[in-house]
């Protein structure tokens, strides 16, 4: 049984090693000073082994195989990590979209999500919601249809005011300009003067829910990321965080967002497009 449908892994697989520039990558490594080495783990086996850890959550030891150990998984993830590729894949991926079935950027939405992180690091603190654990929060931004345009990692503690910008700030290099006053919907955790004040200043028109009104009668547009956070929890990685480093962390958050963003790709597209390939139920293969 596939980890992950081949009409999803495939695609992102391409364009990830157009990225990292696998296919110049020699077997052995020139700068070796005896001018011979063990021959490099190829690009395609270690993502395997990146994309099973992104959706079972395991270990690097649990997911190492005879071809691939656990510390090959590490320094790829490290190199991969350093060159941005993570990010330049979901930009990839959005640019995609964009193209093919547009993304509804009328209506905005963000807010944050905390998810466990038993092992601390540079993203984790004290749970508020789970009796004070170790936990990571991410603030991600999307369209109006739920697509994820930018994602911040943070620790659990910190409030989701003072990630609204630099969650904000991450949309315009992803995606370009964005349309003359955009509506940004939050939900009453942002229901603040410096909040509406931050929007006013980047150019949005605001639809915040106010503190002391119940929800259902306020919900307003804001459902869209609610979903997209409860797509993105069903990869292992992301509801339970493991990994110390901040750019590892996004790292994986940015492959979970490239992935959900393909899915929705497809999904929207087979009903526009045909080639040869093309899924004949939203059930992908």
Known sequence: MPLLPASLIEPLWVEFATLIGSAERPEFS????WG????????????????????HGSGYERLATPGCSDRTIRRRLVEWTQAGVGTQLLRVALGAFDQMIGLDLEDLSVDGSITKSPCG????????????????KRSVACDGDGTPLHLVAAPANDHDSPLLEPTLAGICDMIGPLPDR???????????????DLLHILGYDDEIAVKGIPAPIQSGKRWPVERTHSWMNGYGKIRRVTDKRKTIVEFYLNLAAALTVIRRLINRARTHYHWPTRPTTRRLR
């Open 30 to 33: 020139p700068t070796h000073p």
């Open 36 to 55: 011979c080495h063990r021959r490099r783990i190829p690009d395609r086996v270690v993502f395997d082994h990146v994309i099973a850890a992104l959706v």
């Open 121 to 136: 690091g540079e993203v984790s603190g004290r749970s508020p919601v789970d009796r004070g654990k170790q936990g990571t």
């Open 182 to 196: 955009p509506c940004m919907h939050l939900d009453r955790g942002y229901d603040s003067r410096k909040t509406r």
